[in-house]
C-alpha cells in the first residue's frame, strides 16, 4: 500500500513537471492589451501556423503557444478593436527550431502596436 502510494506521488509529480516544461519550452505569442477597449479579434500569422485570439478585455493579457515547425519569416497580425477600427502591419522573426521564444504585441491607448521579442 505505501509503494503504491510512492509511486502515484511520483508519477504524479513527473507528470505535472513535464506538463510545465512542456508550456516553458514551447514558443508562444502574447497579446497586452492596453488599449482602453475590447479587442474583438486578433490574428497572427507566422510562416506555417495562424493563431487566433478572441475578446481579450481591456488591461487583460493572453498567450498562445504554436508549433516549432515553421519556416523561417516575419509575424504578420490583424488586429480587431470593438470601436470597428483594425490595426496591422509586421513584427519580429520567426525560425524553425526556435524554443523558449516569447513575442508580446502590446496595444497601448493610441492604437499603436509595439513588439518585443
Known sequence: MRS???FFTCT????FIAYHAYFFIMPSVEINNQSG????RVEVTLPN???VFDS???SQTMRIHHSTEQADGEYGYLIRLSSGQQ???RCG???????MKVLTLTINREH???CLE
Open 112 to 114: 499603436q502596436v509595439s
Open 56 to 58: 481579450i478585455e481591456p
Open 49 to 51: 501556423n495562424n493563431l
Open 93 to 99: 522573426y520567426v525560425t524553425h527550431d526556435q524554443y
Open 4 to 6: 503504491g502510494l510512492i
Open 37 to 40: 477597449q475590447l479587442l474583438t
Open 87 to 89: 490595426i496591422n502591419g
Open 12 to 15: 504524479a509529480l513527473c507528470l
